[in-house]
């Protein structure tokens, strides 16, 4: 079917772009335009140039603060999460007996919310820190860690299955004629295994990233940025900063701006060096 | 060689199992602690309940007419049913038009999804919910259009990716049979469909469920979802029930290990599919 008549075309396409019209896309133009202006209504906005992109790093310092948290905690979260998922993938396909039961607590953590998951955790570090006099919100390292514990209670399963999946389609006869070259599982895991799921890899690596950036809800619930703000992430800022105080729609709006560049930015670069890892088929 | 092998699968077994051991304590802790007394729960969270501490389920009581759950649970089932239905049906109606049709509209449309799903929410979020308010869609059925608008990149993506696998001659001989567009997707290419329609509903309903900001910020001061209601237990400085929030997250929780234990097979497998599609 290259041609369908119009209406037909119309009747097939239009529901979603009108939802997509109105949720996404007006507002997305309409987010970059108020970020050149001083608002508090849509409807209401003055042009002030780029003054609220100067005023998110100058009015105070916890925008630059939750970028450089957010990206020191995207490296620890990635590292951590895919070395932790790869290693149970490992040890998930050496065919023992209970497999499908530990896949399926490894993996039942992904499907709590972020919310809950926050609150979850709070009650277990709170509850272990009080024997030190102190609770999460003590210090921004508090939070940094309980974070990444957190992430890697609620991601590594999700990462597991990914990597089950690749391990499991890497053809049987790559592995027997290793074996029958003599190679022993380290040198079968250096030289057939990693370079194999290497676009798992990829996909594994997309996903952390993008969700160690965008993270808010388990940032929210368990620490909500305490103390002052020292552990909010880029996006909890951004939120604050709309809803926080009045008079700074603009300037978050700008934040905004900056943020979406920036995931975008590593969104790109992230998955052209993994692709060049890839062998090719 | 084979006695080695099975020390060492033994031993494997043994560090798996001591692993999800761990991996399932913080749940049960909190479910240890949601039938403990609210001022006993945070000084001493390791602790089993006993007789002075024990409340039985007094806390799932006060937490349910705090929250209004029973409300929550109706609302967050409904959004996500309904807007998990409505992204189905008419992305994979999308998906298989501008995957067919070849024009500047298909492919301008097919961009703009995709992109899409790399700007973050935070991008939208004060506009969009601005929005949502003038056009009144800041209510349980209005939000709908709102999940279908930002649902629609990454399920438009899939279902396109799932939609070239299908031989064309398919639909060439509904068409010779005399069926029009419409009699072609239902009849035809739905059915087909249905193994990434499995997909598609599943990592949608997984975000849905779960989702707390987009709701609030659309319809949170008059209705909660399961996450706004937990999260608005937090309350003021000092002034949170414990034992109410305990109670709440293993109410939260409940519904998804029900979920979870029953589609098992077909979760695991549409995250699969979907990431390596995604």
């Known amino acids: 079917m290259q041609k369908m008549p119009n209406k037909y075309y119309a009747f097939f396409t239009l529901p979603t772009i009108i939802a997509f019209v109105i949720s996404f896309l007006i507002p997305f133009l309409l987010g970059i335009y108020l970020s050149f202006t001083e608002f508090t209504t849509v409807t209401n906005s003055q042009w002030v140039g780029v003054s609220n992109y100067i005023r998110a790093f100058t009015d105070d310092k916890n925008f630059l603060n939750a970028t450089i948290f957010t990206v020191k905690f995207a490296l620890v979260s990635v590292v951590l999460i895919n070395v932790f998922a790869f290693t149970f993938a490992l040890l998930l396909t050496r065919k023992i007996k209970g497999t499908n039961i530990f896949r399926t607590v490894f993996f039942m953590p992904n499907l709590i919310g972020g919310i809950v998951l926050g609150y979850i955790w709070q009650l277990i570090f709170n509850g272990i820190l009080i024997n030190f006099g102190v609770d999460i919100t003590y210090s921004a390292n508090y939070g940094f860690w309980g974070l990444i514990i957190l992430m890697n209670w609620q991601m590594v399963g999700y990462m597991m299955v990914i990597y089950i999946a690749g391990i499991q389609g890497i053809p049987a006869e790559l592995m027997e004629a290793a074996e029958i070259d003599g190679a022993n599982s380290w040198q079968i895991l250096k030289s057939i295994t990693i370079p194999m799921v290497m676009p798992a890899v990829t996909i594994c690596t997309f996903l952390t990233v993008t969700n160690s950036f965008k993270l808010f809800d388990q940032n929210l619930a368990l620490t909500a940025g305490a103390p002052a703000r020292a552990s909010a992430m880029l996006a909890l800022d951004i939120f604050n900063t709309f809803y926080g105080r009045m008079g700074y729609e603009g300037v978050g709006q700008a934040k905004a701006v900056i943020f979406f560049l920036f995931v975008a930015l590593v969104v790109l670069l992230q998955l052209r060096s993994s692709r060049s890892m890839e062998i090719e088929n | ?278």
């Open chain 2, 1 to 278: 060689m084979n006695a080695k092998k099975h020390f060492q699968d033994n031993i494997t077994f043994l560090f798996l199992f001591i692993l999800a051991v761990l991996y399932l304590t913080p749940i049960f802790i909190v479910l240890m602690n949601s039938f403990k007394g609210r001022f006993f729960i945070s000084d001493a969270p390791f602790a089993l309940p006993n007789v002075e501490t024990f409340v039985g389920i007094k806390n799932y009581f006060s937490g349910i007419a705090k929250t209004g759950f029973i409300q929550a649970f109706g609302y967050s089932l409904f959004i996500t049913v309904f807007s998990v239905a409505a992204i189905v049906l008419f992305t994979s109606m999308t998906a298989w038009c501008i995957t067919r049709v070849k024009s500047k509209v298909s492919s301008l449309l097919y961009y703009l999804l995709v992109f899409s799903m790399i700007v973050p929410f935070q991008m939208v979020m004060f506009t969009m919910s601005k929005m949502a308010n003038i056009m009144r869609l800041d209510n349980p059925v209005g939000i709908i259009v709102i999940y279908l608008g930002f649902g629609a990149g990454l399920s438009v993506f899939i279902f396109s990716g799932f939609v070239k696998s299908i031989p064309r001659e398919i639909e060439e001989a509904a068409t010779i049979d005399g069926c029009n567009p419409i009699q072609t997707f239902f009849l035809i290419i739905l059915p087909i469909l249905k193994p990434i329609i499995i997909t598609v509903a599943i990592l949608n309903t997984m975000w849905i469920w779960n989702d707390y900001l987009l709701p609030y910020l659309v319809i949170g001061s008059n209705y909660k979802t399961i996450p706004i209601a937990v999260q608005y237990l937090q309350g003021g400085y000092g002034s949170r029930d414990m034992g109410a929030m305990m109670a709440m997250l293993v109410l939260a929780i409940v519904p998804i290990v029900i979920f979870y234990l029953t589609c098992q097979k077909y979760i695991i497998k549409g995250v699969v599919a979907g990431a390596v599609k995604g």
